[in-house]
């Protein structure tokens, strides 16, 4: 197999998502702020996929975001109105009509998202008073994260691509924006987990597990240190399964 990598997706030339990949147009502009140590596990963050995915979309790697000048110029655009995704007691909750559109009005919607785990996050927000004090917001996913190949163990953490498809679902149901291709981001997501389970199970293979992976639905939550290095992923927590055919899907 080629070593040449797609400098685009990061993925080996032969494993290329791109030609697969169509850039949605989206009202909402997303910016995601990815943790070095993320970038690093480039194959398998979601970050860049979903940035990919996203026409109106812009990736940045690094912890202090204050003295990053594109990250700042966003901020202190009087025509956006730049939101963090994080959950929380004062996170308003789009998927509950949390934002209205006349609230909005003329302005640009810029949400901000963090690729990292819960210590990377709270790190970049310390190091970045100018995210920290931004208003909050989350939302309530509609089904529970389909990470396999990751072994998220608790319920309310998602993948960036997940996260980024909830969003979509909340924003277009609020009125606030339109979800052009709302089965491209999991189908990718569903595509790269599946790739990955076949390395998994190659014998030819190096360097991959070779223990059967359980289902999100069959795991118990990680304790302690373990549990502090669980990926960040903002979400509400309060899971709602779309529908009895979702969860015998998940539960498979
Ligand atoms: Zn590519």
Not at 58 to 71: A, C, K, P, S, Y
Not at 127 to 140: D, G
Not at 150 to 157: E, F, H, R, S, V
Not at 195 to 219: E, L, M
């Amino acid at each position: 197999m080629s070593r040449e990598t797609c400098y685009r997706c990061f993925w080996p030339k032969s494993l290329c998502w791109c030609p697969s990949i169509q850039a949605m147009p989206t009202r909402t502009k997303f910016v995601f702020l990815m943790h070095p140590k993320e970038y690093k596990q480039e194959k398998a963050a979601t970050g860049r996929l979903t940035h990919l995915c996203l026409a109106h979309s812009e990736i940045h790697v690094g912890t202090d975001f204050d003295r990053h000048e594109e990250v700042q110029a966003l901020l202190n655009d009087p025509r956006n109105l730049p939101l963090l995704v994080y959950p929380g007691a004062e996170a308003r909750n789009l998927s509950t009509g949390g934002l209205n559109p006349a609230e909005l009005g003329d302005r640009q919607l810029v949400l901000f998202l963090i690729d990292a785990t819960w210590a990377g996050a709270r790190k970049m927000l310390r190091l970045s008073p100018s995210l920290q004090r931004l208003p909050r917001v989350m939302f309530t996913a509609t089904s529970l994260s389909r990470y396999v190949i990751k072994q998220q163990p608790q319920a309310g953490c998602l993948s960036t691509l997940e996260a980024t498809h909830e969003l979509l679902v909340a924003l277009e149901h609020a009125g606030l924006d339109r979800y052009p291709l709302p089965d491209q981001l999991l189908g990718l997501f569903q595509r790269m987990q599946d790739y990955q389970i076949r390395c998994a199970t190659d014998p030819a293979r190096t360097g991959y597990r070779r223990k059967p992976y359980s289902q999100p639905d069959q795991r118990t939550p990680h304790r302690g240190a373990s549990a502090r290095r669980n990926r960040f992923i903002p979400e509400s927590g309060q899971i709602q399964p779309v529908s009895t055919a979702e969860n015998a899907r998940t539960s498979r």
